[in-house]
């Protein structure tokens, strides 16, 4: 496996996958570390697209997931066996199971990040009572979709329809996805089932 990890300039990186495509071995698998740019815009260069992904580690290395998302072309095996293989380097692997800018962390993260810099920049709160708030609330480690289910769905659809009102831009998507959950009577914990089954 060759890992990618020069800077963020496609040109380069279209280049550089040319060049690994030419002398890596036929098994080697070749892959991108990039956070920003899918592989499916580095691969004009490529011969066998079929090995190559995308696999975005963390930083700091202590934060040991890594994402693996498909260049549109790559081998499904490829990505099965690296889900098998990596815990075994001590890596906990997740697959991002279309394209997506961001990935699955990195677009959560640029959500919150930008919600805290507009905390700020609004007078609303100081950097530092956002961070003990931040380091409160994320100290039990209840992950979002088990703490939607504690609250309820239809709760947490009724406070996104107030954001929906009182701000601009917030999108459709995730109402959408609320209301296809509370209408086939996923609740959450009240009813049994939300996100997660709650009946055992």
């Not at 999108?171 to 089932?193: Q, T, W």
Request: with cysteine; charged share 30%; net charge negative.
């Amino acid at each position: 496996m060759v890992i990618e990890a020069v800077p963020e300039k496609l040109d380069l990186k279209r280049k550089v996958f040319g060049q690994l495509d030419a002398i890596a071995e036929p098994d080697a698998i070749l892959a991108s570390n990039s956070s920003s740019l899918p592989t499916s815009q580095m691969i004009d260069e490529v011969e066998h697209p079929e090995r190559v992904l995308n696999t975005h580690y963390q930083q700091p290395p202590e934060l040991n997931s890594v994402e693996l998302m498909s260049c549109g072309k790559t081998d499904e095996g490829i990505i099965a066996a690296l889900m098998e293989r990596l815990p075994r380097y001590g890596y906990v692997p997740f697959h991002v199971r279309r394209e997506s800018d961001g990935f699955i962390f990195k677009r959560i993260w640029a959500s919150i990040k930008r919600e805290c810099l507009m905390v700020v920049e609004e007078g609303v709160a100081s950097p530092g009572d956002v961070d003990r708030m931040w380091e409160i609330f994320t100290k039990p480690g209840i992950p979002p979709f088990e703490l939607m289910d504690r609250v309820g769905l239809d709760v947490v659809l009724n406070i996104e329809e107030r954001y929906a009102k009182v701000r601009d831009g917030i999108p459709e998507e995730p109402r959408k996805l609320l209301r296809e959950y509370i209408d086939s009577g996923r609740l959450g914990v009240n009813s049994g089932r939300g996100f997660y089954d709650h009946q055992s």
